[in-house]
């Protein structure tokens, strides 16, 4: 087979959100299989004239392996293009495995996920020095059970950042789990809708008592990132621990401190 099949992230939504390696990849792309469910067909703007383009919305696994291995025999970039970064929640095993099988090369370039895209459309931190150093992915059991031991109950008990995909429809699963784990009716909960997507993002701030009603009455449904975090409105608290990196009093590799602590 001459061709190989690269993996490439698309981002959030937001076209100019692709990396610049992704977009260099659709531009001398042969065919281009995009996820078309939560791809804006606009990414593929970048591709060139005569680039075959196949939306996989309504495909099996089956039928995209077999239109990426013919593409495959006749081009030498054949590109799948997937929402976000294609590690997560992105069938990517499922997809390689029988290239992998047939012979053909293929390799991944990472991609923005909507996590980050969320947190920045609503100009949050997902980390703050002696608030929360850790940053939880996961997601509710949907038709897809969730392993033992991670359950969100579980996680939340942390009270880390939690970025909780897929789980918008389950809302009440997430309030449910949080208030088990012992988190504040009043804890701050941010869910962004087509985060990145220009002229269709939707933020939503609440609480764990009201985030439901708001989705609701906003019409959030789907495609929507819940962020559960200790840091959430932090750039309005009056009081916060500075990072070591910038303060004067701390020495490090690439800085002299310039005052006494
Ligand atoms: N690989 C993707 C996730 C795919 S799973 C990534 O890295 O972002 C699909 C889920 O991702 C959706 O149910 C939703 O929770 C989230 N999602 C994808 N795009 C989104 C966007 N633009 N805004 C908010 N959430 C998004």
């Known amino acids: 087979m001459p061709g190989r099949v690269w993996f490439v992230g698309a981002g959030p939504g937001d076209p100019d959100l692709i990396t610049v390696k992704g977009r260099d990849l659709l531009a001398r792309a042969g065919a281009i299989l995009y996820a078309g469910s939560l791809v804006d067909r606009a990414a593929t703007r970048f591709a060139p004239p005569g680039c075959a383009i196949r939306d996989s919305k309504d495909m099996t696994l089956e039928e995209m392996t077999a239109w990426l291995l013919e593409q495959c025999g006749r081009h030498a970039t054949v590109v799948r293009l997937q ?19 047939a012979g053909v090369a293929w390799q991944v370039v990472p991609g923005v996920s909507s996590a980050m895209a969320a947190a920045a459309a609503a100009a949050e931190t997902l980390t703050l020095p002696e608030v929360t150093q850790t940053v939880i992915l996961t997601r509710v059991a949907g038709r897809t059970p969730m392993p033992p031991g991670e359950d969100l109950e579980s996680l ?32 701050p909960i941010l869910v962004v809708q087509k985060a990145s997507w220009p002229g269709a993002e939707k933020i939503i701030r609440g609480t764990l008592a009201d985030i439901k009603k708001k989705c609701q009455a906003e ?17 309005d608290w009056p009081d916060l621990a500075r990072s070591k990196l910038y303060d004067p009093t701390f020495t490090h590799r690439f800085r002299k401190a310039t005052a006494n602590g």
């Open 219 to 235: 019409k959030v449904g789907s495609q929507a990132m819940i962020i559960a975090s200790p840091t959430l409105g932090a750039a």
């Open 156 to 187: 939340a008990a942390h009270k880390t950042t939690l970025c909780i995909f897929l789980s918008i429809t389950l809302l009440h699963e997430v309030q449910k789990a949080l208030r088990a784990a012992g988190w504040d009716e009043n804890a």
């Open 83 to 101: 929402t976000g970064d294609p590690g997560l929640y992105g069938a990517l095993t499922e997809m390689t495995r029988p290239l992998t099988a």
